[in-house]
């Protein structure tokens, strides 16, 4: 029996995971609702699986008492981290995901008393979004007396899997999000732009709704939270295009063609891609009242390649008992140098030039 169930095992994230986790020597259950994909992902790796979907509690309870951990990579995780996370606080099973939600973070901050209650572990986040960014606003949050302010943001994630676009086309449809005065705010699409140096000259950077504007918050208490993406002009114009397709794209027909496109289209970095990419990261903590400010700023590898290692050391780590129960952020559960201890990831403050704003 192992400790560890990896629930959406066979989706493109999902089997980078399975195997740094067999390479690192753990035998995780294979889980899922699809049969012939979890028989011949069982049969190449030589490990067990569980077919199961999440409509019904009772199965889901069941399939979940024998195990530790489960790691949820079945997203996008609004539709499936409320079944999970229930039947784990029955079964005292450690949650971990690696969602970038924001909906889905605040959802399951708002269950900490039950968790801790339960003694479990609920973990969301454990994959690029948010662990390097978590660990930079907490480092950030430092730097400054009082700080009031966080921005964060980065350059170049690359191919994007066929999960994250369909939770891309998700987030861009319900607008943008900023964290103000300690309240997640709706915003428009691609609300804000600035330019922003992430390490390799001056980008043109767009406000996008990331996890950290939840996630930051809970690590650092930081009132004031924004999150950006660096994105070319004529991307943004696109962007903001959609405010007014909004209500054209939401239909289900034209939003079910956007999904079925997106997964017969992006097939997700390669293997070469996921070798040699690099990921820039960028955080700016302000004291308002003094006008302090700080930056800091991280290279990482490819957002997926790092994606499957944080996931997996963060269930080594759940499995050795280190985060306390409850809802924890990356940066929470294992403190803000956690990416540091992860190849190539590297960190360099800096004093912050004065930033420059752009319509
Ligand atoms: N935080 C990060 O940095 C990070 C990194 C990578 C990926 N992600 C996120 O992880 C998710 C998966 O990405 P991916 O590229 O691996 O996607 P993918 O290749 O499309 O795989 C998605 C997996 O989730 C399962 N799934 C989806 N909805 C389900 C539901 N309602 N019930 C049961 N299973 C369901 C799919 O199973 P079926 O085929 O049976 O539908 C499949 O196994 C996305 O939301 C993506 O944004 C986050």
Same mark, same amino acid.
């Given at each position: 029996?192992?400790?560890?169930?990896?629930?959406?095992?066979?989706?493109?994230?999902?089997?980078?995971?399975?195997?740094?986790?067999?390479?690192?020597?753990? =035998?995780?259950?294979?889980?899922?609702?699809?049969?012939? %994909?979890?028989?011949?992902?069982?049969?190449?790796?030589?490990?067990?699986?569980?077919?199961?979907?999440? =409509?019904?509690?009772?199965? *889901?309870?069941?399939?979940?008492?024998?195990?530790?951990?489960?790691?949820?990579?079945?997203?996008?995780?609004?539709?499936?981290?409320?079944?999970?996370?229930?039947?784990?606080?029955?079964?005292?099973?450690?949650?971990?995901?690696?969602?970038? =939600?924001?909906?889905?973070? =605040?959802? *399951?901050?708002?269950?900490?008393?039950?968790?801790?209650?339960?003694?479990?572990?609920?973990?969301?986040?454990?994959?690029?979004?948010?662990?390097?960014?978590?660990?930079?606003?907490?480092?950030?949050?430092?730097?400054?007396?009082?700080?009031?302010?966080?921005?964060?943001?980065?350059?170049?994630?690359?191919?994007?899997?066929?999960?994250?676009?369909?939770?891309?086309?998700?987030?861009?449809?319900?607008?943008?999000?900023?964290?103000?005065?300690?309240?997640?705010?709706?915003?428009?699409?691609? &609300?804000?732009?600035?330019?922003?140096?992430?390490?390799?000259?001056?980008?043109?950077? *767009?406000?996008?709704? &990331?996890?950290?504007?939840?996630?930051?918050?809970?690590?650092?208490?930081?009132?004031? *939270?924004?999150?950006?993406?660096?994105?070319?002009? &004529?991307?943004?114009?696109?962007?903001?295009?959609?405010?007014?397709?909004?209500?054209?794209?939401?239909?289900?027909?034209?939003?079910?063609?956007?999904?079925?496109?997106?997964?017969?289209?992006?097939?997700?970095?390669?293997?070469?891609?996921?070798?040699?990419? %690099?990921?820039?990261? &960028?955080?700016?903590?302000?004291?308002?009242?003094?006008?302090?400010?700080?930056?800091?700023?991280?290279?990482?590898?490819?957002?997926?390649?790092?994606?499957?290692?944080?996931?997996? %050391?963060?269930?080594?780590?759940?499995?050795?008992?280190?985060?306390?129960?409850?809802?924890?952020?990356?940066?929470?559960?294992?403190?803000? %140098?956690?990416?540091?201890?992860?190849?190539?990831?590297?960190?360099?403050?800096?004093?912050?030039?004065?930033?420059?704003?752009?319509?």
């Amino acid at each position: 029996m192992s400790n560890l169930l990896v629930y959406g095992s066979y989706g493109y994230t999902g089997r980078l995971i399975v195997a740094t986790a067999m390479e690192r020597g753990i =035998e995780p259950v294979l889980a899922g609702r699809n049969l012939s %994909e979890l028989e011949a992902q069982a049969s190449e790796w030589g490990l067990t699986y569980r077919t199961f979907d999440l =409509e019904r509690p009772e199965i *889901i309870k069941q399939q979940l008492s024998p195990v530790d951990v489960v790691l949820n990579c079945a997203g996008p995780f609004v539709h499936t981290h409320e079944p999970l996370l229930d039947a784990c606080l029955e079964t005292d099973t450690h949650y971990l995901d690696i969602t970038g =939600e924001i909906e889905v973070f =605040e959802s *399951i901050a708002a269950r900490d008393e039950q968790a801790t209650d339960a003694g479990v572990t609920a973990l969301p986040g454990v994959g690029f979004d948010v662990v390097p960014s978590d660990c930079l606003a907490v480092h950030l949050q430092n730097a400054v007396s009082n700080p009031s302010k966080l921005t964060l943001g980065f350059e170049s994630l690359g191919t994007p899997s066929p999960g994250t676009a369909l939770t891309m086309i998700d987030g861009m449809l319900s607008g943008g999000a900023v964290r103000r005065d300690g309240k997640i705010r709706p915003v428009p699409a691609g &609300w804000n732009t600035r330019t922003i140096d992430f390490g390799s000259g001056e980008r043109t950077a *767009i406000t996008i709704p &990331w996890g950290d504007v939840s996630t930051a918050y809970h690590s650092t208490g930081i009132p004031n *939270i924004e999150f950006y993406m660096a994105a070319p002009p &004529w991307s943004i114009r696109g962007l903001r295009l959609t405010r007014r397709l909004g209500p054209v794209l939401e239909t289900p027909p034209i939003r079910r063609g956007l999904e079925s496109l997106a997964k017969r289209l992006i097939g997700g970095p390669s293997a070469e891609q996921r070798q040699h990419g %690099e990921t820039r990261l &960028w955080g700016e903590v302000t004291d308002e009242e003094s006008g302090e400010t700080r930056i800091a700023r991280l290279k990482t590898p490819n957002g997926y390649a790092l994606t499957a290692k944080t996931a997996v %050391e963060s269930v080594v780590r759940t499995l050795n008992g280190e985060p306390e129960p409850g809802f924890q952020t990356p940066a929470t559960a294992f403190g803000p %140098e956690y990416v540091l201890e992860f190849d190539d990831v590297v960190r360099r403050d800096a004093m912050a030039p004065p930033s420059t704003q752009v319509q």
